[in-house]
């Protein structure tokens, strides 16, 4: 390579200028030239959509750089008398197909990616499921992978390296990586599954394992972001939540029943606390009219008569409030009623 460099810049030097005097200048005006169009072109997106317009300016302008270096490498190249040189010539050619190869594939991708935008934008918005916007990020990154390795085959082979060798090569060592990384792989594995088998979306309220209780805020490749009631975010692994039991509060929408348990001594009118219990449920504004409250006598305990009521509400974001609202007018109730608490209470002094 340096005595290919030495040897062009002894024999050919008035070459090289000459080329350097025609490849730079058409590099300047296309850019000038590029530029300008660009301007003009962000105008009339702009008119139309703001959304997409700065992404297709920066795609025309990349895309037409790369036009413009190709013409001014092979111009400047065929003008000159370095064209006579082979092995300058062979470099050259690689540049010049390299440069279209990445050209293409851009082009490539910027449409497949604008399309998945316009999909986005026109069609996923107006679904109620919302799985289309969940799922296109996965989709643009696996086009960008399929375009990449298309596009470093197509370069690889070009350039006279055994291609089919690389991808067994390749092959052998993601299978050892895939052994490595098990644990890495099932979680990728269930991402997809939940993507696909849609338990939770995100903005559900889950319950996982018993215990966790949230709002779904990202559900990822690897794993599942969950903003708990305390505003801290738990992260969980995409295979522990296929693996473990899990609660969607707002499937198959955010209605929820709720339980108020309720203790009275023995000898209580069992009717008139349910009559009383009932209307005051009845009249509880965030309390569904249908289907109707309802309260059961559960059974005989050592020290009292168990009851429970049976409510829904509309919204299960409101199940504290309600049922803090509902404990005090039962509380209420039961003492202007002068119902008796199994529970006796001891006053100080």
Not at 8 to 25: A, E, G, M, N, Q
Not at 107 to 128: G, N, P, Q, R
Request: charged content about 20%; glycine content about 4%; overall charge positive.
């Amino acid at each position: 390579m340096v005595y290919l460099i030495e040897t062009i810049l002894y024999k050919y030097l008035s070459d090289v200028i000459r080329f350097t005097f025609l490849f730079f200048p058409i590099l300047i005006a296309g850019k000038l030239i590029i530029t300008y169009l660009g301007n003009k072109t962000k105008k009339i997106l702009y008119f139309r959509s703001n959304a997409s317009a700065d992404r297709i300016i920066k795609v025309l302008k990349r895309s037409g750089m790369l036009v413009v270096t190709v013409s001014a490498l092979r111009i400047s190249f065929f003008n000159t008398a370095l064209r006579e040189i082979p092995k300058f010539k062979l470099y050259v050619s690689n540049i010049s197909f390299v440069l279209n190869v990445i050209l293409i594939a851009q082009i490539i991708y910027i449409f497949i990616d604008v399309a998945l935008e316009w999909y986005a934008c026109h069609i996923a918005a107006k679904t109620a499921t919302g799985f289309d916007k969940e799922f296109l990020p996965l989709i643009r990154k696996g086009v960008l992978v399929i375009v990449l390795a298309l596009s470093l085959i197509s370069i690889m082979s070009y350039l006279g390296y055994n291609v089919v060798s690389l991808i067994a090569t390749f092959g052998v060592a993601s299978l050892a990586i895939g052994l490595a990384a098990q644990e890495t792989l099932a979680n990728m594995i269930s991402g997809f599954v939940i993507l696909i088998d849609r338990p939770f979306r995100v903005g559900d309220r889950i319950q996982y394992d018993n215990d966790l209780i949230g709002d779904v805020m990202e559900i990822g490749l690897r794993s599942t972001r969950i903003l708990k009631l305390d505003n801290t975010m738990a992260i969980i692994p995409n295979s522990s939540l296929g693996k473990n039991k899990v609660i969607n509060f707002s499937y198959p929408d955010t209605k929820i029943k709720i339980y108020i348990a309720i203790d009275i001594a023995y000898g209580s009118d069992i009717k008139k606390v349910k009559e009383v219990i009932t209307m005051l449920a009845a009249n509880n504004s965030s309390v569904l009219p249908e289907p109707l409250p309802q309260i059961y006598f559960r059974k005989f305990a050592e020290n009292c008569l168990k009851l429970i009521l049976e409510c829904w509400i509309n919204n299960y974001n409101n199940i504290w409030i309600i049922e803090d609202e509902l404990h005090i007018a039962i509380n209420e109730a039961l003492n202007q009623r002068e119902i008796e608490s199994p529970y006796s209470v001891k006053k100080a002094g």
